[in-house]
């Protein structure tokens, strides 16, 4: 399956990756619209330490233990790809407390956001890895 992978010695620490992506999950046709004013629900995030930037995001793990860590069952593995029902998920974040990679986060709408891969946008690849300059950031299988 393919998954996002990030090489931090390229990483520049821009944070495009962000933007691209609260873009993509805003459903709002005009970037400028969909993010001017507004504080970015991105589903990938970028930390630094020292001169090291990276970007963290769900490693969409064969074994994930926010799955089972999700007392609501709002989280599943569809195809590999690790998916929120927002419908379910009851914001106990035992899901967060459980991720080794600090991957979830809460939305805005009270519920846990995660990255699915663009699967539930039109963006048809994750729009991380188009707004990165340096393609540091790469969708493949490894």
């Known amino acids: ?7 931090e010695m ?3 620490g821009c944070h495009l990756c962000e933007y691209y992506c609260a873009y993509a999950n805003s459903g ?8 001017k ?3 970015i629900q991105a589903r990938i995030t970028v930390e630094q330490r020292g001169a ?4 963290v995001n769900c490693r969409h793990c064969t074994e994930p233990l ?3 860590s999700c007392i609501g069952g709002a989280i599943t593995s569809k195809d590999g790809v690790i998916v929120i029902d927002q419908s379910r998920c009851v914001l106990c974040y035992s899901c967060i407390m459980a991720c080794p990679y600090g991957a979830l986060t809460p939305a805005v709408e009270g519920v846990m ?3 699915e891969l663009c699967t539930t946008n039109s963006q048809g690849q994750p729009a991380c890895i188009q707004g990165c300059p340096n393609k540091a950031i790469v969708f493949e299988e490894r």
């Open 1 to 7: 399956m393919k998954r996002i992978y990030v090489n």
């Open 10 to 12: 390229w990483c520049l």
């Open 28 to 35: 709002v046709k005009d970037m400028v619209k969909a993010l």
């Open 37 to 39: 004013d507004k504080q």
């Open 52 to 55: 090291i930037s990276f970007a």
């Open 66 to 68: 926010c799955v089972k």
């Open 113 to 115: 956001q995660k990255c």
